[in-house]
């Protein structure tokens, strides 16, 4: 059965910097585009950040541009969410899921993936 289990959340005061670790089990995902979201309390769960197979491409939510990086690793089957300058508003949990559609505009659509993790909170004080 194909899993995604996201590591690496806590908590950080602002200006700080998390690593989250995604590793998939089960199947290889390395065709799939892997993307990571977040869902604040009371908020519509949002795109942060989607990286193509191979890692040749990536997207970014203007929101964390220029402040986070995704990355992957397929012989390990792990994707990596590198999070620096972080905000308060970055508070959410924060999860990792895969999409089997190549990479394009699409890929910040949270419907578009089918495998979900369990999540993992980020908690950014000021």
């Known amino acids: 059965q194909a899993q995604l289990v996201e590591s690496g959340g806590g908590w950080v005061q602002a200006g700080g910097s998390l690593r989250l670790s995604c590793a998939a089990s089960?199947?290889?995902?390395?065709?799939?585009?892997m993307g990571w979201f977040r869902q604040a309390p009371g908020k519509e769960r949002e795109f942060v950040a989607a990286?193509?197979?191979?890692?040749?491409?990536?997207i970014y939510a203007d929101s964390v541009k220029g402040r986070f990086t995704i990355s992957r690793d397929d012989a390990k089957n792990t994707v990596r969410l590198q999070m620096n300058s972080l905000k308060p508003e970055g508070t959410a949990v924060y999860y990792c899921?895969?999409?089997?559609?190549?990479?394009?505009?699409?890929?910040?659509?949270?419907?578009?993936?089918?495998?979900w993790g369990q999540g993992t909170q980020v908690t950014v004080s000021s």
């Open positions: 899921a895969a999409n089997p559609a190549p990479m394009g505009p699409t890929s910040t659509i949270r419907m578009k993936y089918d495998y």
């Open positions: 990286i193509s197979w191979r890692g040749t491409s990536t």
């Open positions: 089960g199947r290889t995902f390395s065709s799939y585009v």
